[in-house]
């Protein structure tokens, strides 16, 4: 399984019960950084529509990007106009395997495309 798993167990209140109850869940290890960033790093947000563009980390390239975003004006779709669209992405992950880089791209790519174009 690729990633690496932490896990944590702790206390948690159950309505309607005296006691607590202990419960253990299983995180990604952050310390993974190369399979978090697969996920959720900058390239992967730009491959699968949820960020405009990947640039280096330098004033220049950020500087000249956001003077052409200016010039462009605001797009046509609004992701924080798309929240249901995102919430039905959500929903279809299959949450009994570890997902992958992929599978997120895969999730994502229609909309994506239909996006940019």
């Not at 109850?21 to 996920?39: K, T």
């Not at 997902?99 to 997120?104: E, F, G, M, S």
Request: with cysteine; charged share 25%.
């Amino acid at each position: 399984m690729p990633g690496s798993l932490a896990h944590f167990r702790f206390q948690r209140c159950v309505p309607n019960e005296n006691c607590p109850v202990w419960q253990e869940y299983v995180e990604y290890d952050s310390r993974d950084r190369p399979f978090i960033w697969s996920l959720t790093g900058g390239e992967q947000r730009n491959a699968t529509g949820l960020a405009d563009v990947c640039i280096e980390d330098d004033s220049v390239s950020i500087r000249a990007q956001v003077i052409e975003w200016l010039r462009a004006g605001a797009p046509k779709h609004q992701r924080s106009e798309q929240i249901d669209h995102y919430l039905e992405r959500l929903a279809a992950i299959d949450t009994s395997r570890q997902v992958t880089a992929d599978d997120v791209r895969t999730l994502y790519a229609a909309h994506a495309a239909k996006d940019r174009a």
